[in-house]
């Protein structure tokens, strides 16, 4: 699995774009970072910016893998995350499959309900260790 960490900077602040799961999906109305698997043939890199292309309609430039995170669901199962960093990409945002997406300061992210997998980021995040 991949995931982009899309910052903007506004000002002195420092924003990160979030996405909320449609009520639908598994683990629905939770928030997590746009992207998806990686399928056969194809980097990590190439796989995020098709993910962000179907997802959000953007072009993306996909920087430096920031973290890997690996995590155990209670039900057994197991994944791991590579976080890339996008400072830059061509298009408008374009929802095509969330509830809602939005910006937020980094040290807001732990007022959003994220999934499992993404707190001990959203932490470090928000205390400024890793961005």
């Not at 996405?19 to 698997?37: I, N, V």
């Not at 194809?42 to 997802?55: P, V």
Request: one cysteine or more.
């Amino acid at each position: 699995m991949v995931a982009a960490l899309i910052l903007r900077e506004v000002g002195t602040e420092r924003q990160l774009f979030i996405c909320q799961r449609r009520s639908d999906q598994p683990m629905g109305l939770k928030w997590e970072f746009p992207g998806g698997k990686v399928e056969l043939g194809e980097t990590a890199q190439q796989a995020l910016a098709r993910e962000l292309s179907e997802e959000l309609g953007i072009d993306a430039i996909i920087g430096d893998r920031i973290t890997t995170v690996h995590h155990n669901y209670r039900n057994g199962s197991a994944i791991e995350i590579e976080f890339f960093l996008v400072k830059e990409f061509h298009g408008e945002l374009v929802n095509r499959i969330f509830q809602q997406m939005l910006w937020s300061p980094l040290a807001n992210l732990p007022t959003y309900d994220f999934l499992a997998a993404d707190l001990t980021l959203i932490r470090d995040l928000a205390a400024g260790k890793l961005l």
